[in-house]
């Protein structure tokens, strides 16, 4: 079964201070990982998937087949990055369902 | 960008009662669309798989004569609660995949508040 876990609900950290959201997921296949960001009043967008393998706004995520993570890292956070922030799973190949994590909101602290 | 729209952002109904939902591909096609659910502060839970021309495919607990869904055309997809209860109560979103490169990428819309009084 397709799984993705986030174990923190809340994250908060300094403005400027580097900041790592959790991913981990359970898959049979082969797996495309997705970070999705819904800020306030906002809806939900995708901010970056493994395959592409680039940074936007600042954050990065690798792909850790070995222990099966999905991280999402950021050296010096920003109030802007305060939102909602979901990793998903879906199967390698496109077009595909969706699987979410729990999602983590993150707040930055000025 | 692709821009998925949700009509209506809100509604309120009474128990007993349908409820239409329509879920657009403003300026793209979409022959796959996907239903989700949230709950307050609770993730995104796939309902089903909305297929232009065939038959939805519903996740597994879901009832598929309550959520009825429809993919008329390769730009709208329906979702019609039925017999809406209290405990129907949610945040309904949908999504749309994107095309070319852009395949893998979901497409959100803004969602519509569903209260059931």
């Known amino acids: 079964a397709q799984r993705v876990t986030q174990p923190e609900k809340l994250l908060s950290v300094f403005k400027g201070a580097p900041v790592e959201l959790k991913c981990n997921y359970s898959?049979?296949?082969?797996?495309?990982l997705f970070w999705y960001v819904q800020y306030s009043r906002q809806r939900l967008q995708l901010l970056l998937r493994h395959i592409s393998r680039e940074s936007i706004k600042g954050f990065t995520a690798d792909l850790n087949k070995g222990e099966t993570s999905f991280h999402l890292k950021k050296p010096f956070a920003q109030e802007e990055d305060s939102a909602m922030y979901y990793c998903?799973?879906?199967?390698?190949?496109?077009?595909?369902?969706?699987?979410f994590g729990q999602g983590t909101r993150l707040t930055i602290n000025p | 960008g692709a821009v998925v729209s949700q009509h209506p952002s809100w509604v309120i109904c009474k128990s007993g009662t349908s409820v239409k939902i329509e879920c657009r591909s403003l300026d793209f096609q979409a022959t796959t669309m996907f239903w989700y659910r949230q709950f307050p502060k609770q993730s995104l839970m796939l309902m089903a798989t909305s297929n232009e021309g065939s038959k939805a495919t519903y996740e597994q607990g879901v009832e598929k004569d309550k959520f009825l869904i429809n993919h008329a055309s390769l730009t709208l997809s329906t979702l019609t609660v039925t017999s809406a209860h209290p405990e129907d109560s949610s945040f309904y979103i949908c999504?749309?995949?994107?095309f070319g490169q852009g395949a893998s990428e979901q497409y959100f819309g803004p969602g519509t508040r569903l209260t059931v009084t």
């Open positions: 999504s749309a995949p994107g």
């Open positions: 898959y049979s296949g082969s797996p495309e």
């Open positions: 998903a799973l879906s199967a390698l190949g496109g077009a595909q369902k969706l699987v």
